[in-house]
């Protein structure tokens, strides 16, 4: 069975590999030349680089790779850009490069048993604030960020294709050795700082990026499965305060200096963060869309549809992958 792996060489697409390869398939790694392959050493992965900005290249390449090696079984397009100092590039990566992808497999006669496309759950935008009901499927998509709306996009796209099945998955937050957003928090409180945003405490819902890839390919495998959307997260609900005792704990230490942040004054943090990153042509962590992100209160899903259809437990609650990613972090020297 050949599986291709788009957006290989970034943190989630790293997992989705090693997954394939323990399970024998035959790897396509979909990566840039420029690409950093650190993570992908095997020599079992085979490479393929995708010229997803111009489509009559696109079907060249899918053409010659149908007629050398007979096409994929299932594709896990995992490709997108998550920070830029361009919102428009949001759209030109996570929803037309998609378009174009989609419409260059079916034209070079590469379509897959099975499509699965890497979305999120900022493609739903806001949920319930007063409440705290979880985001379902049945609830109309109304994103507010730049890059929710993309990915929206995205799964509009690949709606309308009718020469394959999809599948859509939309994860929570994701955490693990190697990821870097979460990162940041872990280490401000391993220096004893905690930075909350807002005073109202979010509702946080997280999955390990080891059960993300499971559940990708317990979907994927799972011949019944098509055409069908998913929210993926490990189930459990925290709020913001007791994600960081859970730091802590982890960490060996009591205490941290809690600072709840005021919304307004993340705003002017967000906006200047992104000015700085356009003057030096970098996606910046903090920046005006990632303040949408923050501002969020209720990030709490439906995923029972995941666990009746799937069958999908999982094996890491946040205290064990907690545990698992701060070791990985220590090792390699980014935390003391």
Request: proline letters at 3%.
């Amino acid at each position: 069975m050949k599986i291709l792996v788009t957006g290989a060489s970034g943190f989630i697409g790293g997992f989705l590999v090693q997954e394939a390869l323990n399970r024998g398939y035959e790897v396509w790694a979909g990566i840039r030349k420029s690409s950093n392959r650190a993570g992908l050493t095997d020599e079992r992965i085979h490479f393929i680089d995708l010229p997803y900005e111009n489509e009559e290249q696109l079907v060249s390449v899918l053409s010659h790779f149908k007629k050398e090696h007979g096409g994929w079984d299932y594709i896990i397009h995992n490709a997108g850009l998550t920070k830029t100092t361009d919102k428009n590039a949001f759209f030109k990566v996570n929803a037309e490069n998609t378009r174009r992808f989609i419409a260059a497999l079916s034209v070079a006669g590469c379509a897959p048993k099975k499509f699965l496309l890497m979305s999120s759950l900022s493609s739903f935008g806001k949920g319930d604030e007063k409440g705290f009901t979880p985001i379902c499927l049945t609830d109309k998509q109304m994103p507010d960020t730049a890059y929710g709306k993309s990915k929206l996009l995205a799964e509009n796209y690949l709606r309308t294709e009718a020469r394959f099945p999809y599948i859509i998955f939309r994860p929570t937050g994701v955490y693990g050795p190697g990821e870097k957003d979460y990162y940041l928090a872990i280490k401000s409180v391993a220096y004893g700082l905690d930075f909350a945003v807002g005073f109202v405490p979010q509702r946080l819902t997280f999955i390990y990026v080891k059960d993300l890839a499971r559940a990708v390919f317990l979907a994927l495998e799972k011949e019944d499965i098509l055409n069908k959307e998913y929210f993926i997260s490990d189930g459990d609900v925290y709020t913001d305060k007791a994600f960081v005792r859970l730091i802590l704990q982890t960490l060996g230490k009591k205490h941290a200096l809690h600072v709840r942040i005021p919304l307004f004054l993340i705003y002017g943090i967000c906006f200047c963060s992104e000015l700085i990153g356009k003057l030096l042509h970098r996606g910046m962590t903090l920046n005006s869309d990632k303040y949408l992100i923050l501002k969020q209160r209720n990030w709490i899903c439906d995923v029972e549809p995941l666990r009746k259809e799937l069958g999908f437990v999982p094996e890491y609650r946040l205290d064990r992958g907690l545990d698992e990613t701060i070791k990985w972090y220590k090792e390699r020297g980014w935390l003391k």
